[in-house]
């Protein structure tokens, strides 16, 4: 949510900065603007829309500045418009910033600080914290309570005291026109890294930024910030205590991060599954000695092993990971399980027992309800473990342990892979619990290699894209569709209407298959599409139960089968369309049956002449609450 790039350096600022706009732009994207910085006054260029429009408002020949800050905005306080994206100036007209977050306390210091004088021109918070550093600037020769220190710069001081009046979350970068030499970075609450190159400094809210420039960065901390000069940089808290960071290797490469012949990020992605679960499968799954080894959580299994309840908590397709995981646990491991949405979680008073264990699950590890939520558990006393995919985010830093899903980076704003490889690290957990509690060996020994033909068999999926695109043809002109399935295919239904709706704009609500009967009917009409997932297992004979319910009624079949199936044809029509998965155990089944509803949302969407890695209204991570 909002990307945020800085650079410094002897490069001309301003390419590499709308460069790096492009590869953070799934962060956001109705506004975009950078500010650079050379001798004189600071330069100032920002639009409503894409980077593409700002790009059009740009000089492409200007090479002068070698310091700058960019921005891509999903709008939070204030309109998406050109005076509301980012950069703001102060109204000094020295200082301008870029942020990501959001300020709680804005509207009180903005009055506060119009009583002194200062002047707003936006509708946004961070305008206000422009204007703090901007007053403080003005006191800080005259400051009895925190006196500058011995070579303390004004500017760095004036960002200290700017920063401890602001309540809420804030990724920033800054520069003063005073100091040409001179970029800050401050972080609490939304990530800052500091990508370090040879003799050039790159500071984003994400390495996808970074990569192409260097792979050596440090991961700032809440309440740490960066002073950035052509000799070097230092880091110390926002309290003015030095801080020692160490170098980190960024852990992808352009290449993840690049479409590599795909039209669009959303289908790389979708095709990159088979790899992405044997990598996050790769090393922990012993095949050999049929053990599954969490190295993350290691050291806390034996408290693991005696969990009395889980609770699974996560937003968006996360949560519907975690709706599959709640089936493993008590399938596999026999625990009672529950899954909450992290922003109900967080305000329901939850109760949190002895034993009771939770379980956030984030892509990005920077979503704030999944965040609160872990924080929320941590003050009730639980254990917290989280299943996240970007290594050091926020949320895996906050809980006591984790499982990365090695997914590589997720760049299309419809999540995919990460699903999948959220349903793999959750069934590895569940498969290995299970071992310790009640599981045989020799059954152990069936999960794991059923577990590990998981990948081979998303391959034959993908095969059917074609057919699955001529489907999605020819129920392109329905607004209206339902996706239905039972046990633990049910979450895939709801995730099935949830890529559908995100990328096409079309309504679809996904519904366990029974509960059909309870209301939803009633919307069936003639040609209205059903997607029904009914794939081998106890529940098979109910489906096709329900599928013939829909039919009576005159709506559309688009039905996930098993290979093999020789019934399903005959509960089929004329204009019906049926897709196959091979056959797996009904607890594997979701990392299969995701796949073809996601080829269709897709294929819908393009169809449609929708931007798919860039639905409207929506962001990647959404950082605010
Ligand atoms: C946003 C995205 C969704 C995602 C959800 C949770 O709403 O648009 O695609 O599922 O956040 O994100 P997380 O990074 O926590 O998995």
């Known amino acids: ?153 004004k500017f760095e001081w004036a960002v200290q005291r700017a920063l401890e009046k602001v309540y809420g979350t804030f990724g ?163 625990i009672p399980a529950e899954t909450e949405y992290a922003s109900e979680f967080r305000y329901r008073n939850p109760i949190v027992e002895d034993g009771t264990v939770v379980i956030a699950i984030s892509q990005s590890g920077e979503t704030l309800d999944t965040f609160a939520a872990v924080e929320e558990a941590k003050e009730r006393g639980a254990r917290v473990f989280g299943i996240v995919n970007v290594v050091g985010s926020t949320i895996a830093r906050a809980t006591d342990a984790g499982i990365y899903l090695h997914a590589g980076p997720e760049i299309g704003v419809a999540s995919t892979k990460a699903f999948t490889g959220q349903v793999a690290v959750l069934t590895m957990l569940a498969i290995e619990l299970g071992r310790r509690r009640h599981i045989s060996s020799g059954e152990i020994e069936r999960h794991i290699d059923e577990l590990s033909q998981i990948p081979d068999k998303i391959e034959t999926i993908l095969a059917q894209s074609d057919h699955i695109k001529e489907i999605a043809a020819s129920n392109i002109d329905r607004d209206n569709w339902l996706f239905l399935g039972r046990g633990f295919n049910y979450p895939v239904a709801l995730e099935g209407a949830l890529k559908l709706k995100e990328i096409s704009y079309i309504h679809a609500e996904g519904l366990p298959a029974a509960e059909m009967k309870h209301g939803p009917i009633a919307l069936i009409h003639d040609g209205m599409p059903a997607v029904f997932i009914a794939t081998a297992g106890p529940q098979y004979d109910k489906i096709m139960g329900n599928i013939s319910e829909v039919r009576a009624r005159g709506g559309r079949i688009i039905v996930v089968a098993t290979e093999g199936d020789e019934n399903i044809a005959s509960v089929l029509g004329r204009d019906d369309h049926l897709i196959t998965i091979p056959d797996a155990p009904e607890h594997l089944q979701p990392m299969l049956t995701v796949i073809p509803l996601q080829l269709l949302a897709y294929h819908a969407a393009v169809l449609r002449g929708q931007d798919v890695d860039k639905p409207r209204n929506l962001a990647k991570s959404v950082t605010v609450e």
């Open 1 to 153: 949510m909002c990307g945020i790039v800085a650079y410094l350096g002897k490069k001309a600022a301003q390419p590499i900065l709308i460069e790096g706009l492009k590869r953070l732009e799934y962060r956001g994207y109705d506004s975009a603007g950078v500010a650079l910085l050379g001798a004189g006054p600071i330069k100032i260029k920002k639009t409503r829309g894409r980077i593409a429009a700002l790009e059009e408002i740009l000089d492409p020949s200007n090479t002068v500045e070698t310091l700058g800050l960019g921005h891509t905005r999903w709008a939070t306080h204030g309109e998406p418009n050109t005076i509301n994206a980012h950069p703001h100036l102060d109204y000094t007209g020295k200082f301008a910033i870029v942020h990501n977050g959001i300020i709680e306390n804005y509207a009180t210091l903005k009055t506060w600080l119009q009583n002194e004088g200062a002047e707003f021109v936006s509708e946004t918070d961070t305008e206000v914290i422009a204007a703090l550093i901007g007053y403080f600037y003005g006191q800080s020769d005259q400051d009895k309570q925190y006196p500058l220190q011995a070579g303390q710069h």
């Open 172 to 334: 920033v970068a800054i520069v003063c026109s005073d100091c040409p030499g001179m970029l800050i970075g401050a972080k609490k609450g939304s990530p800052l890294i500091l990508g370090v190159g040879d003799n050039e400094y790159i500071l984003a809210s994400d390495a996808a930024a970074i990569v192409e420039h260097t792979t050596q960065a440090i991961y700032l901390a809440d309440n740490e910030m960066v002073i950035i000069t052509p000799e070097g940089f230092h880091t110390k808290t926002i309290q003015n205590v030095a801080v020692n960071k160490e170098l980190k290797e960024i852990e992808f490469s352009l290449e993840q991060i690049e479409l590599g012949g795909f039209e669009h990020h959303m289908l790389k992605e979708i095709f990159e599954q088979p790899k992405a679960l044997a990598t996050c499968m790769g090393g922990r799954i012993d095949l050999q000695n049929k053990r599954i080894k969490l190295g993350g959580i290691a050291t806390y299994l034996r408290d693991l092993t005696r969990t009395k309840r889980m609770i699974l908590t996560a937003c968006g397709t996360a949560f519907h990971a975690g709706l599959v995981g709640e089936f493993l646990f008590e399938h596999l491991a026999r």
